[in-house]
């Protein structure tokens, strides 16, 4: 490995760093704590042919299935998700309330990566290029 591998690794660890610190300061601003972002983003940005289970976004979030739990326990406090047993499995759903919450931070943080993303961009695909480099040498 080279010093230019680490530099670059860091530097894309730098710029992935800023970006999510932006999106909890974000949340926060909106009134919301950045976990409780993530759950809303995750349960929207799950794929169609992914269910909404608590078990499904606990995955999404890398979290474990309690602490999703405590999350969800939340989010349904602030009227942003309804949770619908259906046999052993739970459901969950963005209310109308969770749906409009987290259009207004997406669009705020989608101008945040648009702006923050050449540079991510940019860094990964140098990163990507010396990695490519290196298997080329072998």
């Known amino acids: 490995m080279k010093d230019s591998d680490f530099r670059a690794l860091a530097d894309f660890r730098y710029h992935i760093r800023r970006y999510l ?11 919301v704590e950045p976990k409780q972002y993530q759950l809303l983003l995750a349960i929207r940005g799950l794929p169609p042919d992914i269910e909404p289970t608590v078990g499904n976004i606990a995955q999404s979030l890398h979290t474990r299935h309690n602490s999703t739990v405590e999350l969800l326990d939340r989010a349904e406090t602030n009227n942003f998700v309804t949770r619908e047993r259906v046999g052993g499995r739970v459901f969950v759903q963005l209310t109308s309330r969770g749906e ?5 931070i997406v669009a705020g943080r989608l101008r945040d990566l648009r ?12 990163l990507m290029q010396q990695t490519s480099g290196d298997r080329k040498k072998r």
Not at 21 to 31: F, K, Q
């Open 21 to 31: 610190d932006l999106s909890d300061r974000s949340a926060i601003a909106a009134g």
């Open 100 to 104: 409009r919450f987290l259009q207004r």
């Open 115 to 126: 702006a923050a993303g050449p540079d991510l961009a940019q860094t990964l695909n140098k």
